[in-house]
C-alpha cells in the first residue's frame, strides 16, 4: 500500500465533520479518506482527497445497501441525473452504466483477497466547503434507503 499524499489546506470549514472510524477503509478508488460527513444506514459519505489535492464527498454505500440489487439502482439513477461537473468520479458494483458513465473508474486491476466481495457502489461528488453540500450527500443517502 502507497503512503497517502498530504491532506490539502481547504479554506473552509469542513461542515461537522467527525473522525474515521476503525472500520473505515483507508483509501475508496483513487481517494484517501480524511473524516466522516454524514452516517446513515444506506451508507456513509466522506470527506476525502485524491493525490492532486482534490477534495470531494465520498458518498459509500452500506454493506446492507450494497447488497440490495434495488439500492445500487437507486444510486445510479440519481447519479445519471446529476450535473456532469458535480461527479467527480463513480466505481464499485453496477456503476458503470448510464449517462455518466464516463466517470466511472474501474478497480479491476486491484489486488482482491480470495472470496471478497465486490467493492460497494461509490460515487465521488465536487465539494465546494458549503452548508449545502452536507445537505446533498444526507438526500443522496436518504433516496436511497
Known sequence: MTTPPPIPQWNGPYESSSPLVSTDPPKIGDFWL???????????????????????????????????????????GQVNAMHIDTVVARGGQS????RLAHKF????????????????????????GSEGAAAEAHRLLDEIS
Do not use: N
Open 34 to 76: 480524511d473524516s466522516r460527513l454524514v452516517a446513515t444506514p444506506s451508507g456513509v459519505t466522506y470527506l476525502a482527497h485524491d493525490d492532486l489535492g482534490t477534495i470531494v464527498m465520498l458518498v459509500l454505500l452500506s454493506a446492507g445497501a450494497s447488497e440490495d440489487a434495488a439500492a445500487r439502482d437507486r444510486l445510479a
Open 95 to 98: 456503476q458503470h452504466e448510464g
Open 105 to 128: 473508474r474501474s478497480e479491476d486491476d486491484d489486488p482482491v483477497a480470495p472470496g471478497q466481495q465486490p467493492l460497494a457502489p461509490w460515487v465521488a461528488l465536487a465539494y465546494d
